[in-house]
């Protein structure tokens, strides 16, 4: 084979490529027409130097399932997801003024009632079956999960290892069962499950809690590697040192400003982590742009594990 010939078959070959991975990129970020049981999705059109996820010619926007909507990030997250033109679903709501926000920002925004206890497998059930109701499906979901127990070892007792057990890893495994299998069967999707930073620096006075939070990410990676072949990216993020209502309420520092002080002074960056810094980073790993990222862990805690 000459020069000439080997350049050219050489050049199609390139092209072919490149033809196959824009068609797999617009499949990965295509609306999903097709759940339970119908393969395929209507192809949006997505550049990858694109921010947010754009309509495609059928005018239908992405769909997200939020679970919670009213705590830690997740607030964030739902305006953040509305600016990247998704629609909502949103599982434990409780806040009114935040739902009634997010539809004057354009969104269409489903509420599901009675999702508080995340222990029981028909809770994100729910949030898959009304989200193929109302939209015909869902794109990306973001599951915040977690039950908080102090206590080393020594000082717990059986009933704590119970609590933490069921509320840090039963809790992500019924929310994989549930919102990955359609997301598979379409072949494409975006999941997050939100855990803890504390998974990779385990504290003495928290024992359980790590344990627990670092098998539930151990899960999400396995997980992640399972259902990469299917076109589905699943990660894992966790937070510290985020300044929401409940982690300032923890340490004091919400009343206290050297409570406050105390606490940016554990973090390397000297301040702590707004809910937009963390909502910023997760929706990037949800909203159809960035794809790549498989089975992972990702704390958004200013530095905080690694030191």
Same mark, same amino acid.
Request: charged share 25%.
């Given at each position: 084979m000459n020069k000439v010939e080997n350049g050219s078959k050489e050049a199609i070959a390139r092209e072919e490529l490149q033809q196959g991975e824009g068609s797999r990129r617009d499949f990965l970020v295509t609306g999903a027409a097709g759940i339970a049981g119908i393969a395929g999705a209507t192809a949006m059109g997505?550049?990858?130097?694109?921010?947010?996820?754009?309509?495609?010619?059928?005018?239908?926007?992405?769909? =997200?399932? +939020?679970?919670?909507?009213?705590?830690?990030?997740?607030? @964030? $997250?739902? %305006?953040?997801?509305?600016?990247?033109?998704h629609d909502l679903v949103l599982g434990d709501a409780q806040d009114e003024d935040l739902i009634k926000e997010l539809r004057e920002m354009g969104a269409k925004v489903e509420v599901v009632e009675d999702t508080g206890d995340q222990t029981k497998p028909e809770t994100f059930q729910k949030l898959v079956v009304r989200a193929q109701e109302a939209f015909g499906g869902y794109n990306c979901a973001c599951i915040r999960t977690g039950t908080h127990v102090n206590g080393s070892v020594l000082t717990s007792k059986p009933e704590d290892l119970d609590t933490v057990y069921a509320g840090n890893i039963q809790t992500v495994y019924n929310a994989l069962r549930a919102v990955l299998p359609p997301l598979v069967e379409q072949k494409s999707g975006q999941v997050v499950i939100n855990t803890s930073a504390g998974a990779m620096?385990?504290?003495?006075? =928290?024992? +359980?809690?790590?344990?627990?939070?670092?098998?539930?990410? @151990? $899960?999400? %990676?396995?997980?992640?590697?399972?259902?990469?072949?299917?076109?589905?990216?699943?990660?894992?993020?966790?937070?510290?040192?985020?300044?929401?209502?409940?982690?300032?309420?923890?340490?004091?520092?919400?009343?206290?400003?050297?409570?406050?002080?105390?606490?940016?002074?554990?973090?390397?960056?000297?301040?702590?982590i707004q809910p937009e810094d963390a909502a910023s980073f997760v929706a990037t790993l949800i909203d159809g742009t960035a794809t790549g990222q498989v089975g992972q862990f990702f704390p958004i805690d200013g530095g905080w594990s690694f030191m």
């Open positions: 997505l550049q990858p130097s694109q921010v947010k996820a754009q309509e495609g010619s059928s005018g239908k926007k992405r769909v =997200v399932i +939020l679970f919670d909507s009213w705590n830690h990030m997740m607030p @964030a $997250l739902a %305006r953040e997801m509305v600016r990247r033109n620096r385990p504290q003495p006075d =928290v024992a +359980l809690y790590c344990a627990t939070r670092s098998a539930a990410n @151990a $899960l999400v %990676r396995a997980t992640g590697l399972e259902v990469a072949p299917h076109g589905v990216s699943l990660n894992a993020t966790g937070t510290y040192g985020m300044a929401y209502p409940s982690f300032l309420h923890m340490v004091g520092a919400d009343t206290d400003p050297e409570k406050r002080k105390e606490q940016e002074e554990l973090l390397p960056v000297k301040r702590l």
